[in-house]
Structure formats: C-alpha cells, structure tokens
C-alpha cells in the first residue's frame, strides 16, 4: 500500500497522515506550525511483520506503552531526528539503527526531512531467540553486516511487484526476523538458525541484484561478485546451490532474459541482434543464439518478429 500527502489539501494532511500511520504503529502525529506537510508512506505486511518507508518532512509522534505486541526497529536511511522514552533521550541521525521497545510512552521527533525504514515484528517471535534483553540497544551502526543485509532485503521486498503468495509472505517475514536476531544478538543456536536461513537469502539476493546491474559487463564473473561483497567465491557458489542451480546458469539465464525483453522494446527495432547481445554481455555471438534458441525454443529473430506483429 502506498500513501502520499501529495494531492491531500493541507488542512487535512494531519488526520491523514495520523490514519495512515495507524496502519503500522499507533500514536497522534503532530507537525510544526506554519510548516508544509509532505509524507510519502510504502507499507507491506508480511504474516505478521510489518514493512514501512517513510519519507517525512519535519514532526511529532508520541507512541503509548505496548508491552505485548510489536518491536520496532527504525534504520535511518537519512535525516535524522530523537527519541524520547519517558526522559531516555536518543540522538538520531542517518546511518543509525534504532530499536523500540515500547515499554514505556515514545516521543520520536523527526527534526527534518528524514527517510526512515520501520519493521514492526512480533516480540514473541524475536526476544526468545535473543541471547538476553541486554542485546536491546538503543542504537546500532547501519555498517554493521547484518543491519546492510536487512536493510537491502527490505527494500528489494518492497521493490517486489504485485502481490506475494502467502506461503513466500512467511519465508520472507522469518528471513527479516533472522536478520533482526543477528544484528540484536541471538542466543547460539538461533544465531546460527539465522546465518543459515536469514542472513544467507538476504545474501542471495543482494547478490542479484548486483548481477542484475553488471549484466552488461563481459567481466562479470563470480570471483568479482565474491571480492564486491566480501565472501568466498565458494559462499557464492553455494547460495546458488541451494535453489538448485549455479552462478554460471543464473547469469546466463539472466542475460538470455534481459535480451528477450529488449528485443520486444519498439524503440530498439532498429538495433540488430548482435548489438542488443553485447549490451547483455554476450561476446560470443554464436553461442548467444545457441543459447537463446535453448531457452525459448525459437531464434531471436523469430521471437522480435513475433513481438513486433503483437
């Protein structure tokens, strides 16, 4: 769901904005006087786990005690602002990861333009997996691994297209929960739970989307992927065993996708084949087409003919 102050008249903008927060944590919403308001809001709930980016001009938001529900975790990804528990004051600023525990009354002042990522996530599915509360800290570095991985894996989450099969919503909603126990500290054995499940498909798909945006390199190998992201070429190549395929095949079948939506662009028309194959990193024509003819059981010059005539 996405929400906008944008064609909303200012006079309405608190109560609508107030409504619309209410769909990922309660609390009144209050802004500077004589102050345009402007807030763009993307949610997405998760089997229980709910995803908001907020990009918000300057306000107040006063939360009230929540000992049974939710767990908030706040990543700025700019602005900045403070949180204030009942009198424990925290500065915050871009790059810092919050977490709120809503034990007490929260006041969180947005002092400027801020673009915030909120996850709200039961407690019950993440303080039992926590080596001790002590592991609740108020703030954390976004530089930390497991805070970039949860960071990007959200965001791809909201990048998703269309709607998320139910049976995917879960494996997604445990994935951000493993990432959140590895960045808050989980107890041994749910630490290692989360390397395996969570922390490794956040890797996965960081990974990519980093091919997603070299395809166009003849380069692109899997010990450059490693070396970008700091693991073993061996990590690599597991993270792609686990789905049943390899890095090669993945990249390869990636360009082979990335060329058939090119050739049915009509502004492309007039770009042969062999050009719009080395845009998709292909240097070997002929095993392009051989390729290609693999994957779709037809020519690319039959699959532009047939786009064409649509």
Excluded at 72 to 95: E, F, N, P, Q, W
Excluded at 281 to 300: H, L, V, Y
């Amino acid at each position: 769901m996405h929400f906008s102050t944008r064609n909303i008249p200012q006079r309405l903008r608190k109560d609508a904005v107030e409504a619309a927060f209410g769909a990922h944590v309660r609390g009144s919403v209050d802004f500077p006087p004589d102050e345009a308001v402007a807030v763009d809001i993307n949610f997405r709930e998760l089997s229980g786990v709910h995803l908001a980016h907020i990009d918000s001009s300057p306000l107040r938001l006063v939360t009230p005690p929540d000992r049974t529900g939710l767990l908030y975790l706040g990543i700025t990804r700019a602005g900045g602002g403070v949180i204030d528990a009942h009198g424990d004051s925290t500065m915050v600023k871009a790059g810092d990861v919050n977490l709120m525990c809503r034990g007490r009354l929260i006041t969180t002042v947005v002092a400027e333009q801020s673009t915030i990522l909120s996850l709200a996530i039961p407690r019950a599915q993440l303080l039992p997996r926590l080596a001790n509360n002590d592991s609740l800290q108020p703030s954390a570095p976004l530089s930390m691994p497991a805070a970039r991985l949860l960071e990007s894996y959200a965001m791809a989450l909201f990048s998703a297209n269309g709607s998320i099969a139910p049976d995917e919503e879960t494996v997604f909603a445990r994935h951000l929960v493993d990432l959140a126990v590895l960045m808050l500290g989980g107890r041994r054995d749910e630490a290692e739970l989360a390397r395996q499940n969570g922390a490794r498909a956040a890797r996965r798909q960081a990974i990519k989307a980093d091919i997603a945006a070299h395809l166009g390199m003849p380069e692109l190998s899997l010990t450059s992927v490693a070396r970008r992201h700091g693991v073993s070429p061996s990590y690599v190549r597991s993270l792609f065993y686990d789905e049943g395929t390899s890095f090669t095949d993945y990249v390869l079948g990636a360009r082979l996708d990335y060329v058939r939506d090119l050739l049915a662009e009509p502004r492309l028309q007039q770009r042969t084949i062999a050009a719009i194959a080395l845009t998709a990193g292909f240097g070997d024509i002929s095993w392009f087409n051989e390729a290609f003819r693999r994957r779709f059981g037809m020519t690319p010059s039959d699959m532009r003919a047939g786009s064409s005539g649509k």
